[in-house]
């Protein structure tokens, strides 16, 4: 594989017959080797997948992660090693097709058909040491306050977003498909809702620390 | 029992500041970010914003981070030569 710096990179790539098939080859070998080792090393949830399913997972990744090298190339502003660039471009593609694949058959409406995610009453489940009185009706206080604050503070996109992605973990990229937005209209949307919440929280007397102490046992 | 109680106060408390960066220009500027990361640079120091996003967006903190994890092992040279069978 042949070392190149960031002009014979665009010069190659954009050239034509042998040299840019010799330079997309050599781009597609090093991202190949790189989404591999990420797929192999960091990817706790692919670990039941077999080497040659990684590989072939990497391979193809490789193949879009060229694809979307070459229709951006005139966006890369050497403000960085080349490969760098087209590293974060190949861990988007990779980490992208992860996410599709794991919400494949993820619903916002059935994430939040359960109603009422808080529990009904501060009263302990069976098997867990009971509060004292004294704190099981502080718990019951704070839980009407936020169930009150979700109620009001909150728009019925906003309390699905920070439902699905604060509470229970899902990608925002699933949930921004969803409610058809974007992952940075999402996040601006979670970020709003967090802030009004904390706002109205603090405006109520009821710090953060607070509340994580009551309800953390 | 407090479990998603405990989730919704986790997630409300990283809230940050106005002004900090959001998913699109942390996107547009991760190749830069993650190449002084791997130099040994301390993003907290020189971009407490980045870290700020990071801390909050789990999409942009795993890219992040995926990036690194490759630049460090090219840097390694765990890259350059055939990966042994595990």
Same mark, same amino acid.
């Given at each position: 594989m042949t070392d190149r710096s960031n002009d014979e990179w665009l010069a190659d790539l954009r050239a034509d017959g042998d040299m840019q098939a010799?330079?997309? %080859?050599?781009?597609?070998?090093?991202?190949?080797?790189?989404?591999?080792?990420?797929?192999?090393?960091?990817?706790?949830?692919?670990?039941?997948?077999?080497?040659?399913?990684?590989?072939?997972?990497?391979?193809?990744?490789?193949?879009?992660?060229?694809?979307?090298?070459?229709? %951006?190339?005139?966006?890369?502003r050497g403000d960085s090693q080349f490969t760098t660039w087209a590293i974060r471009i190949a861990v988007r593609v990779a980490i992208s097709d992860l996410r599709r694949a794991r919400y494949r058959d993820f619903s916002l409406d059935d994430l939040t058909a359960d109603?009422?995610?808080?529990?009904?009453?501060? %009263?302990p489940v069976a098997g867990t040491?009971?509060?004292?009185?004294?704190?099981?009706?502080?718990?019951?206080?704070?839980?009407?306050?936020i169930r009150e604050a979700?109620?009001?503070? !909150?728009?019925?996109?906003?309390?699905?977003?920070?439902?699905?992605?604060?509470?229970?973990?899902?990608?925002?990229?699933?949930?921004?498909v969803?409610?058809?937005? %974007?992952r940075n209209a999402l996040y601006k949307l979670l970020h709003d809702a967090r802030r009004k919440l904390r706002q109205h929280f603090e405006d109520e007397g009821l710090s953060m620390n607070y509340m994580l102490r009551l309800f953390q046992e | 029992m407090y479990e998603n109680i405990v989730h919704l106060?986790?997630?409300?408390?990283?809230?940050?500041?106005?002004?900090?960066?959001?998913?699109?220009?942390?996107?547009a500027q991760f190749h830069c970010w993650a190449e002084q990361a791997a130099s040994g640079?301390? !993003?907290?120091?020189i971009l407490p914003d980045v870290v700020a996003h990071l801390e909050v967006c789990p999409e942009c903190r795993e890219e992040f981070e995926a990036i690194l994890c490759i630049l460090r092992a090219q840097q390694s040279g765990l890259l350059d030569e055939p990966q042994e069978s595990s």
């Open positions: 010799e330079a997309i %080859n050599d781009l597609k070998h090093r991202l190949d080797r790189g989404i591999y080792y990420y797929l192999s090393r960091e990817r706790s949830d692919l670990s039941g997948l077999s080497e040659t399913e990684l590989q072939h997972m990497a391979d193809d990744m490789a193949q879009d992660s060229v694809l979307r090298v070459l229709e %951006n190339l005139d966006s890369f109603g009422d995610f808080l529990p009904a009453s501060a %009263n040491k009971p509060p004292s009185p004294e704190r099981a009706a502080e718990q019951a206080d704070v839980l009407d306050k979700l109620a009001d503070v !909150l728009t019925e996109r906003q309390f699905q977003a920070l439902y699905a992605v604060g509470v229970k973990g899902v990608s925002i990229d699933a949930v921004a969803e409610l058809g937005t %974007n | 106060i986790e997630c409300i408390s990283l809230v940050h500041q106005e002004g900090a960066i959001d998913c699109v220009s942390c996107d640079a301390d !993003l907290r120091a």
